[in-house]
């Protein structure tokens, strides 16, 4: 029932306001705490102040809760971010959309020019000097002072900016940004006198601002569960007891999320962002999870051996005898395993035939075919990928008998024989019966 949220302040902090009577509760982000569970503010709450400073977390920790402060402002609800080194996301990731932002470094962070016009300019003439770090929010220059209408900048914006504060290139560090029946108040990082600063704004800003807001209404206290009779605390505690048990929930359900995404997933996930020897073991996994009969690692089998190595993989059928009897007896797959911003070197191709005759040869086994697998464009998103062999590569790979595949179609066909749409069984045949560019039929 706190009319207040603090996220990611100290307990001292916290301490300085609640003596101070404001009304507030503390929490934490995932990014600070390092748990996974919901972040939303608490019924009756109307202001949030949030210091956002931890630049290496990831994204989409709290993607779920953002929704929760976003409503709040947009029903008259203000927010308050100090922003210190930290990404874009870690501001509207938890606390919803800003249109626009786009973080650029300022090296100069106390150098900036500030409104006249008070409330604000008391802010930064009081705590200039300590302000440590202020990114530039916006690549839009010359709007101190200006309301901006947010259709302005992306017809049909919605909501209104005003510029605060702008750096030494004249670009915006700070802005309040009106949504709804509230706003977002983006203030630089002032350091150890950011409570000061966020004490300042329940004083002076937001009575001015947004009356309705201040923490020192004359009957705020009637909301205290001194006073609220049973039928309304009995309410009060179903909804805290519905959060806790909602916080629980999302904990389980994330745990599992982490759990699945270890095990099952990202091991293939690799097959579209991996290189060099990840990428090899991603593929070795991926014929390893379709049974294949017998995988071997080439740069295993020949570790104690000085010899060159070419290919990566070989695919044995039958297991009962040892690869030395198997790799002359057996039909085998050799297989390249190649990676590239581009599409495939025509040097790869022509390894793949070359790498075949030699161990035609040197096994005296005719009943092998040569497959280049490889993640290619491995900057784009792997759907959006071109087919990176060339009409001549593929015509080639075909005469040859030899097969071209991408890691994209072999996480594709993983993906589909995990959703019951082919067997990996009909995976292995077709991958011995189709030559040239190999795609998957399901």
């Known amino acids: 029932m706190s009319r207040i949220l603090l996220v990611d302040f ?45 630049k290496n977390e990831p994204a989409g920790l709290h993607e779920d ?3 929760e402060f976003e409503r709040m402002v947009e029903d008259g609800g203000a927010v308050i971010c100090f922003i210190g080194d930290c990404r ?27 409104v006249q016009d008070e409330p604000f300019s008391s802010i930064f003439s009081r705590y200039r000097a300590f302000i440590s770090h202020a990114f530039e929010l916006f690549p839009e220059e010359n709007n101190l002072g200006k309301v901006i209408q947010l259709s302005e900048w992306d017809p049909p914006g919605e909501g209104e900016l005003l510029v605060l504060a702008e750096s030494i290139r004249k670009r915006p560090v700070s802005v309040m940004l009106r949504k709804g ?8 990082w002032f350091g150890e006198k950011n409570i000061e600063v966020a004490a300042f704004v329940l004083d002076r800003v937001l009575p001015e601002l947004a009356p309705q807001l201040t923490a020192h209404e004359e009957d705020a206290w009637l909301d205290s569960y001194d006073y609220i009779f049973p039928a309304l605390v009995d309410v009060f505690k179903q909804m805290e007891d519905e959060n806790v048990r909602h916080r629980q929930t999302m904990r389980e359900l994330e745990g599992k999320i982490d759990e699945i995404k270890a095990a099952e997933q990202e091991p293939f996930n690799q097959l579209l962002i991996a290189e060099g020897k990840d990428l090899q073991q991603a593929v070795i996994k991926a014929f390893r999870y379709l049974d294949w009969t017998n995988v071997v690692d080439v740069n295993e089998y020949w570790k104690r051996v000085i010899r060159v190595r070419e290919e990566d993989i070989w695919l044995l059928e ?13 039909p085998i797959t050799m297989i390249m395993v190649r990676s590239g911003k581009t599409g495939a070197a ?9 790498f075949k005759g030699r161990r035609m040869q040197e096994f005296n086994n005719t009943r092998m075919k040569a497959l280049l697998i490889g993640n290619y464009f491995i900057q784009t998103e792997a759907k959006l990928r071109e087919v990176p062999f060339s009409e001549n590569q593929i015509g080639e790979a075909a005469k040859d008998g030899n097969g071209l595949l991408t890691t994209y179609e072999l996480f594709k066909a993983v993906k589909a024989e995990k959703e019951g749409r082919i067997t990996k069984e009909d995976i292995r045949q077709q991958l011995v019966d189709k030559v040239g560019l190999i795609t998957f039929d399901y």
């Open 65 to 67: 809760d953002a929704a």
């Open 318 to 330: 039958g297991n009962e005898e040892s690869v030395e009897t198997l790799i002359r007896d057996a």
């Open 346 to 354: 025509e040097e790869d191709c022509l390894l793949l035939q070359r």
């Open 88 to 114: 874009e996301f870690h501001i509207t990731g938890l606390v919803g959309d800003i249109p626009h932002l786009r973080f650029e470094a300022n090296e100069l962070p106390d150098k900036i020019l500030a």
């Open 10 to 54: 100290k307990e001292s902090e916290s301490r300085q306001l609640q003596e101070r009577k404001f009304d507030l509760e503390l929490r934490e982000t995932n990014w600070k705490s390092g748990r996974a569970e919901s972040l939303r503010p608490p019924q009756g709450c109307r202001v949030v102040l949030y210091q956002a400073n931890v």
């Open 181 to 188: 029946k509230g706003f977002y108040l983006l203030l630089p």
